[in-house]
């Protein structure tokens, strides 16, 4: 059966093979035999090819929540039309307030040409001061947010759009 | 005659804890084995939280935010009046170092447990502080007092010595600003840091200090009584840190010889019987790679880190503070403590070391803290334990002791591969790196360290990969399990059995 998961911008794909309650897994030219043991309300055994892993983990409707080895990954379970448009690259990067806060500095203004990684705008939550960044390159489309404004969690921030030649 | 061997005591009836986290339940437990009844205070945002649970009583006092509820003085004094508490401890951050809060409740008949009023608020102030420790010879970063003129300037450089670091006297921003390596760059150094100064500030004004390259952070914990008894409990060093702030400490440090360590500690105890300090305190030291150390400040309450202290001397330092506060002497002295083993603190902070550390709000809802020999988990977390933007976002404080530092590093390796935070990001993945990073294993440690390994701060690939191996079989066999859960006789452990006996089937 095949299986997709996106994580950020990324889709990962697996093929899996069910036998008698251990799995196959393919992913990309890797092959790894898995099972997953529940041993307590979300806390899993897993055996990776005679390898041990200790694995926490929580669904929520199309969220998988993983965390191992200190590390929590943020799975979605794609739709058809997430899977055919991350296909082709998404041009659009919209950053959001990742928690209720204030704009200390918005950094870019529309038009203006970045690339990947260039901070667009610093904002301020619990006494520390952040800076966001783009994660594609293009040109700023939209600033929806002025230096001082509040925000609440999730608010639109800043918009940055690919350039035209990249995407095509 | 029997009750004649047991000498009588004042000690606390009631204490209040003026905190919330982590931080009010070690206190909580401490007055627990004293036998000290506890009353705990909490904001609407903390009805649901652990202190409040472990304490006898608990009262609200008001709004989420810290200026509605944990940073009024007056309101907590009034709760400790009402409950009829005769002490307040006040934890660290909030109204620890706040000499006005120290002495209403001395006014209202009720002791501070901590240092007397005059005590904060001599070393609270930058500028006396760094008198009080010039009066008590405790080294200060080699510098001019305060401008500089040009005749005597170049002398002066000399008798600092290089590198040194040339700063505007209005200055800030890194403006005026100009670090120089040799005599033969300092001249034309000095000119540029002027004009640069004379343009930003319209003053041109410049002071020399000393250039401390790789500072470790060292500091040395000391403890006070009534009698005016004052013994330090050895150094902390707390060089990792990430946004000027303390991720992860151990005790004692790498980078202190036995002879470093006799000179700071005397230093801290001169320093501490200058103001006749009572209670916990932590004297503060930058320190060169050559061990060459200059006074910081004195932090006037009991410090985060404590616990690694603890762990090496086997004393109680919270316990001491009340017992000490209660009037009674220190139950030791310099010659009876020593140091025991290593011991290492993690904070564990709801943030995102991939994004800066940022913090991050959220229900942690499952977790699971590690046990087994040698580990301490200082922790305020519980299933479903909510982390708010109020607060500092540090869940808990993972503190290990080995029988030296390779064994304590091992030991907390091991005990971070134990931890547990599902619900939102945290520290766990950095530090479980951290711990196996062969320049920490080291000991070469300057408070540059992380930005100097960024490629810790980054999630590996393969965790990506085997999460999202459990992510896709768990979503495989969703139908399955819930199929399984509505089964009212069901227990994982039947379940346990049942996926165990196929895997044994189809592995022989």
């Known amino acids: ?168 | 005659m029997g009750s004649s061997l047991y000498k009588e005591v004042f000690m606390y009836k009631k204490i209040l804890v003026a905190n919330r986290g982590e931080i009010a339940i070690r206190v909580i437990r401490a007055c627990k084995e004293l036998g000290v009844k506890t009353v705990a205070v909490y904001s609407d945002a903390d009805k649901g939280s652990l202190h409040v649970n472990m304490a006898d009583e608990a009262y609200n006092i008001g709004g989420p935010l810290p200026s509605e509820s944990y940073l009024i003085g007056e309101n907590i004094i009034k709760v400790a009046k009402k409950a009829k508490c005769d002490g307040i401890h006040p934890g660290y951050g909030f109204l620890s170092e706040n000499a006005e809060f120290a002495e209403n409740c001395i006014k209202n008949k009720i002791d501070f447990i901590g240092p007397s009023a005059e005590a904060i608020r001599l070393m609270g102030d930058k500028i006396t502080s760094r008198e009080i420790a010039k009066s008590a010879k405790v080294p200060l970063v080699p510098g001019t007092e305060g401008e500089v003129n040009d005749e005597e300037a170049v002398s002066v450089a000399e008798e600092i010595g290089f590198p040194l670091m040339i700063k505007a006297s209005a200055g800030g921003g890194g403006k005026g600003m100009r670090l120089v390596h040799q005599m033969s760059d300092f001249e034309n150094s000095l000119k540029m840091a002027k004009s640069e100064a004379k343009s930003a500030f319209n003053n041109d004004a410049v002071f020399i200090e000393r250039f401390i390259q790789e500072p470790r952070h060292i500091e040395i914990q000391v403890l006070g009584d009534k009698k005016g008894n004052v013994v330090h409990l050895f150094e902390r060093e707390c060089s990792i840190q990430r946004r000027h702030q303390k991720v992860v400490e151990e005790a004692p440090s790498p980078g202190v010889s036995k002879k470093t360590r006799e000179t700071m500690g005397e230093i801290a105890v001169k320093l501490a019987k200058k103001v006749s300090y009572v209670g916990a305190g932590t004297v503060e030291f930058i320190m060169d790679q050559k061990e060459n150390f200059y006074f910081l400040e004195m932090n006037t309450r009991v410090q985060v880190e404590h616990p690694i202290t603890e762990m090496i001397t086997g004393i109680d330092i919270v316990k001491e503070m009340i017992k000490v506060s209660a009037g009674e002497p220190l139950s030791f002295k310099q010659k009876d403590v020593s140091i025991n083993g290593h011991a290492i603190e993690c904070r564990i902070c709801a943030e995102d070391p991939e994004n800066n550390f940022i913090p991050t709000p959220g229900t942690a809802y499952y977790t699971k803290s590690p046990q087994g020999p040698g580990v301490r988990d200082d922790s305020s977390l519980f299933n479903g334990y909510k982390v708010t933007t109020f607060y500092d976002p540090m869940l808990s404080k993972l503190i290990v002791w080995g029988k030296d530092r390779n064994d304590a590093i091992n030991r907390m390796a091991r005990a971070l591969d134990e931890y547990i935070v599902l619900g939102l990001k945290t520290n766990l993945g950095f530090l479980n790196r951290l711990m196996r990073e062969k320049d920490f294993i080291s000991g070469k440690l300057d408070t540059g360290f992380i930005d100097k390994h960024k490629k810790l701060l980054k999630t590996p690939k393969e965790n990506l990969l085997i999460s999202s191996i459990a992510g896709i079989i768990s979503l495989h066999t969703a139908s399955d399990t819930k199929n399984i859960e509505r089964d009212p006789r069901f227990t994982p452990w039947k379940y346990i059995a049942r996926r165990s006996s196929v895997s044994r089937n189809s592995m022989f």
């Open chain 1, 1 to 168: 059966m095949k299986y997709s998961l996106k994580i950020g911008k990324d889709l990962l794909n697996f093929n899996l093979i069910e036998n008698k309650g251990i799995f196959t897994v393919e992913n990309d030219d890797k092959s790894f035999n898995a099972e997953l043991v529940q041993i307590d309300s979300n806390l899993y055994s897993m055996i990776l090819d005679g390898q041990t892993c200790t694995i926490a983990l929580k669904k929520e409707g199309k969220l998988i929540e993983v965390f191992y080895k200190g590390d929590l990954f943020s799975f979605e379970i794609p739709s058809a039309r997430d899977k055919s448009s991350l296909d082709n690259a998404s041009g659009v990067d919209k950053i959001s307030a990742p928690m209720p806060g204030r704009v200390v500095k918005v950094l870019k203004k529309i038009g203006d040409q970045v690339s990947e990684g260039d901070g667009l705008i610093i904002v301020e939550a619990m006494k520390m001061e952040s800076e966001l960044k783009t994660a594609i390159d293009g040109k700023i489309t939209e600033v929806s947010v002025k230096d001082g404004d509040t925000v609440d969690l999730g608010a639109h921030l800043v918009t940055v759009e690919a350039d035209e030649e990249e995407n095509s």
